[in-house]
């Protein structure tokens, strides 16, 4: 069995703050990794994703991810926020051989402060 | 880019009619999905699909039937709605890796009354 967990609800950050949004999962083989926003009353976009090399992963709009296999963990980062990143941050997780069958998190409710 | 569109965007149906969301892919994906979203659950996968003619069973079909004619298209379909059907549906492509991104539609908001 596989799942995921964003134990954080709501995260609220001044602007230009840095950033970490956690998401633990729980699998035994080495999974696919993805980080998902979902911007107000749309459908959800590619942050970035991980399966394979260098478990520091660069995403879009400078957020990146760190793939810890010893921690089971995945958290996103960004340097500095900006107002405009205010949005739901889905983890997820997938599987080799699984057929494209993603396993979401509960999201992340990211509140950027002006 | 990759587009997946959805129709229609917002439905208010009647408790015991029948819905259908409309799903529509031009990324030439083999796999589609839906998935309903409500506050405090993510994304839940009801039904998806391997190609044209194929329909498999998610985490919740309770409910729900899904229909996929061609490549392009693949439905929901509500053939009794109930209030506890009112969410966010959403639809989404993708190939057939577990590394491969889904890209998702814009959502369809049902209430049912």
């Known amino acids: 069995a596989q799942s995921v967990t964003q134990p954080d609800a709501r995260v609220t950050v001044s602007e230009g703050a840095s950033l970490q949004l956690r998401c633990k999962y729980s699998?035994?083989?080495?999974?696919?990794l993805f980080w998902y926003v979902q911007y107000p009353r749309q459908g959800l976009q590619l942050l970035l994703k991980?399966?394979?090399?260098?478990?520091v992963v660069q995403g879009v709009n400078s957020f990146e991810a760190e793939f810890s296999k010893s921690n089971s963990s995945f958290h996103l980062q960004k340097a500095s926020v900006h107002w405009s990143d205010s949005a739901v941050y889905f983890c997820a997780l997938s599987r080799e051989n699984s057929n494209n069958r993603i396993f979401f998190g509960d999201g992340t409710q990211l509140v950027v402060k002006p | 880019e990759a587009a997946v569109t959805q129709s229609p965007r917002n439905k208010v149906a009647v408790t015991g009619g029948k819905v259908t969301l409309s799903c529509n892919q031009t990324n030439n994906h083999n796999n589609m999905y839906w998935y309903r979203q409500d506050t405090g659950h993510g994304l839940r996968l009801i039904h998806y699909?391997?190609?044209?003619?194929?329909?498999e069973k998610g985490d919740i079909p309770d409910g729900y039937k899904a229909s996929r004619p061609s490549q392009e298209n693949f439905s929901l379909i509500l053939e009794l709605a109930t209030p506890s059907q009112t969410s966010v549906y959403f639809c989404a492509s993708g190939g057939q890796g577990g590394q491969d991104t889904q890209y998702f539609g814009p959502g369809t908001r049902l209430l049912v009354l």
């Open positions: 991980y399966y394979s090399g260098d478990p």
């Open positions: 699998y035994s083989a080495t999974p696919y």
């Open positions: 699909s391997y190609g044209a003619g194929s329909t």
